[in-house]
């Protein structure tokens, strides 16, 4: 069954590094999309990608964040400047047409020490 | 304002304790309600998709219904590898984010 993949799995980094998360979509995929969940707390949006642009965004997502798609295959978050309230699982996703097959990857769990 | 409730927060089972898990939702034109699991530590691993009032999909022992303003998954005769928290989402915004609920956390003992 195809998946979304994401490496690492877990990253620890020193508040005011960049951090780059990165996603491997399922290959047919048209759209990708950043969530983060915190803590006991529930899953949030942070942005999607649709046509080598951002599709929409959250409020969480500030212009410390951005988001690219290198090469055919990658879907990339990039954390400018981390924060301790940056800590949290990131998840990357990705979907075809309509929803079909909007499918998670297993996150990488960042700390920002 | 878009918004997903789901409850309980929390369900205890014995196993082979049938029960029902609920998600009411406030959204202007439904496009879909979705169901997820999702492990400790791990991504929402998807369940079901339903996309109109009336629809019911089920997955060995999970069924999923939808109304115009909720969604019940029933778990029949639950197993402990059903334990997880359950998480629904509907499709919400301009593009293709999907708003969650908190989830229910579903403990099934022996």
């Known amino acids: 069954e195809p998946e979304v993949t994401q490496t690492p799995s877990h990253q620890v980094t020193q508040m005011g590094q960049e951090v780059i998360l990165r996603c491997v979509p399922i290959?047919?995929?048209?759209?990708f999309y950043w969530y983060r969940q915190i803590l006991g707390q529930k899953v949030e949006f942070l942005v999607s990608f649709y046509n080598n642009e951002i599709s929409e965004k959250s409020e969480i997502f500030d212009d410390q964040f951005s988001v690219e798609r290198p090469d055919g295959s990658n879907f990339t978050l990039k954390i400018r400047s981390t924060k301790l309230e940056d800590s949290a699982m990131y998840f990357c996703?990705?979907?075809?047409?309509?929803?079909?097959?909007?499918?998670f990857g297993s996150g990488t769990r960042l700390t920002v020490v | 304002e878009d918004q997903v409730t789901q409850s309980p927060e929390a369900l205890r089972l014995q196993e082979g304790e049938s029960s029902s898990l609920n998600c009411s939702y406030t959204?202007?034109?439904?496009?879909?309600l979705f169901w997820y699991r999702q492990d400790p530590g791990k991504g929402p691993e998807f369940l079901f998709t339903l996309y109109s009032a009336g629809e019911e999909k089920e997955k060995e022992r999970l069924k999923a219904t939808l109304t115009k303003k909720e969604s019940f998954l029933h778990i029949t005769a639950p197993k402990p590898e059903d334990s997880a928290t359950y998480l629904c989402a509907v499709p919400t915004g301009t593009a293709s984010k999907l708003t969650f609920g908190t989830g229910t956390r579903l403990q099934v003992t022996l």
């Open positions: 996703a990705s979907s075809d047409l309509g929803f079909n097959g909007y499918t």
């Open positions: 959204v202007s034109g439904l496009r879909g």
């Open positions: 290959s047919n995929h048209l759209y």
